[in-house]
Every structure is written in C-alpha cells, then in structure tokens.
C-alpha cells in the first residue's frame, strides 16, 4: 500500500507512429513482438511491468494504415493488459486546431476503425492530439467517436487553447475535467529524450500517475531507449506499476 491508497500507475506514450506498421506489413515476423520497438517495449514491460501506448498517424506519403495487415490482431489484442494504439493525426501536416469538427470527427472515427482491425478492440482513448493542437469544438465533436481525453503538453506551449490557468491547473493537480462535455485534459509529465535528470523529476512529480513520451523517430537513438530503461526501472522501484490513466 502507499499513501495514494491505491497503486501508483506509471504510463508510457509514444507519437508519431507509423514506422512500425511498415515493418507489420513488410516483413515475415510470426510474432509482432519480432518488430524491433515493439520487442523493446515487451521486454521493459516484462522487466518493469510499465504499460505503453503508441499514438497514430493514419497516413504518410508511402504507407497508410488501411493498407496495413491484420494478421497480429489476436496477439496485439491479448497484450492490451499493458499494449495499447490510439490516434495522434491524420497525418503530419494536419493541425486540428484549423480544420472543421467534422472533418475531425471523421478522421478520429477513420484512424480508430483503422487501429481496431489492426490490434484489436481495446484502444486508448485518451491520446495525445499532433501538435496539442485543437479547438474545444474539435474536442468535442472528436468526444461524439469516443474520444475520452487528451494529453496536454508538458511545457507552457500553446495546448488546446486552453488558458494559462487551466494549464496551470492540470500540471499541478495531473488532470481537469471538462464539466460541460465530460472530456479529460491529463498532464504529461515528462518527455524522455528532453530529461537529463529523470530521478529528479520523477521525485518531484510524486503523483498517483505518472505520464511519460517520446517519439516514434527518436526511438533509434539508442540514448533515448536508454533514458526509457532507466525511467522504467527507476519508477518501478519507487512503487509504480503499469497502468492506464482512466483504468486506475
């Protein structure tokens, strides 16, 4: 036990993520976990028992999720305990902040029907939005297709519209709810490949969850694997375990 009265949950996201799809739909692997990052992140998650969500582009110029095999579903779908997809964008050069609630909805409802083929029903809801760009109607209308929450910026940049106060309000206290539509706005902690000292700021961040990202780009750099391990391992032994924010 500790004084949070229940377990202290210790979630890791990745954006930007699209590259390992390729590798699904190119290679002979009889395991998905035969693909080099999600290997990775069974291993830490076997050693540390950290939970991972890998947040989507639907489409880049050489590859789109429709066209991706569902051949690993059953196996993605078992993992789901620790393993989970959500959406990040239609693609990288969409900010949702300038596009229509209509049009974001049915990119929201386009990717997440995409993602339920390739691993399974059990997606994270509550993703981080490409650039923390999007407006409260965006949100909303985002919300109408299951959308739970967001994941807000760790820094003071400009996250959906949100005022500083808010912002404020969710890095102090982890998260906000949104009384009208009901929606989530959850703090992000920490990102990895920005942290020198991760102990220091794990300490700080005392809270009963802990949310941590990276980039799908910045996973061959093998410092940043390496700032992975060390968090994983670190937050294991102050008492943290895997978990997803709205599963606490």
Known sequence: GNMFGRPRTAHLSVDDTIWLFKDLNEEEYTSAFEQPILGFFRTLHQKYGIAISFYCFEEQDWMRLSAVTDRYQQELAESSGWLRFGFHARNENVRYGEI?????????????????????????????????????????????????????????????????????????????????????????????EETNSILKKVIEQQRGHIEIFTHEWALNQEYVQEKIEICSSLLSRLGYQGGFWGER
């Open 100 to 192: 229509t609630p209509q049009q974001a909805a049915a990119d929201y409802a386009e990717v997440t029907a995409q993602l339920r083929r390739i691993v399974g029903r059990t997606l994270d809801e509550c993703p981080r939005i490409h650039c923390y760009s999007a407006s409260w109607p965006v949100l909303n209308a985002m919300h109408q297709e299951g959308l739970q929450g967001v994941l807000c910026s760790e820094t003071d940049d400009d996250c959906y519209g949100l005022t500083p106060e808010k912002k404020l309000n969710i890095r102090t206290k982890g998260s906000y709810m949104d009384k009208q539509s009901k929606l989530v706005y959850l703090a992000t902690d920490l990102r990895i």
